[in-house]
């Protein structure tokens, strides 16, 4: 946790037009949550364990991971394994927000341990109304486990 309590997010996607809406969604919500945006699944990798990115410096990481599955260099499917394989970062919850509705990504994504996954609505109505239900229910509802370190 920040010093402010709050959990930050990680929010890997590469199209910047669906990171806007989600971004300005988040912010909209007045969730007050630290976000990081990364555009590729190399980035996320290095954010996670490299520790990349200082807004989770006091933190020790993101508390939530929105996670697109077609990324730029490695895959969301990649990252997803990656993360949940790592005992630092297993307990993190991971939220797939993607565009496929294909029945085999999402039987991998929960065979990998994924959190949830959510179809990204095609109407942009629809998706901020997704992705505001989604910040509202992983921050504010859901009480998260307590991650190892």
């Given at each position: 946790?920040?010093?402010?309590?709050?959990?930050?997010i990680?929010?890997v996607?590469?199209?910047?037009d669906?990171?806007?809406?989600t971004?300005?969604?988040l912010n909209?919500?007045?969730?007050?949550?630290p976000?990081?945006?990364?555009k590729?699944?190399?980035e996320?990798?290095?954010?996670?364990f490299?520790?990349?990115?200082?807004e989770?410096?006091e933190?020790?990481?993101?508390?939530?991971?929105?996670l697109?599955?077609?990324l730029?260099?490695?895959?969301?499917?990649?990252?997803?394994e990656q993360?949940?394989?790592d005992?630092?970062?297993s307990?993190?919850?991971?939220v797939?927000?993607?565009?496929?509705t294909?029945?085999?990504?999402?039987d991998?994504c929960y065979?990998?341990g994924?959190?949830?996954y959510v179809?990204?609505?095609?109407k942009?109505e629809?998706?901020?109304?997704t992705?505001s239900?989604?910040?509202?229910?992983?921050?504010?509802?859901?009480t998260?486990?307590?991650?190892?370190?």
């Open positions: 946790m920040s010093n402010d309590g709050k959990i930050g990680l929010l996607e590469d199209n910047p669906d990171a806007e809406i971004l300005r969604t909209k919500g007045n969730l007050g949550n976000i990081v945006w990364v590729d699944g190399e996320a990798l290095d954010c996670l490299r520790h990349t990115h200082p989770f410096d933190s020790g990481g993101p508390g939530l991971i929105l697109d599955l077609r730029p260099k490695f895959d969301g499917m990649e990252v997803l993360i949940k394989r005992a630092s970062t307990k993190i919850p991971v797939v927000l993607t565009s496929s294909q029945q085999e990504d999402i991998k065979a990998l994924v959190n949830s179809s990204k609505p095609v942009f629809a998706f901020v109304e992705v239900k989604l910040g509202m229910y992983w921050l504010l509802v859901n998260p486990p307590v991650r190892a370190d």
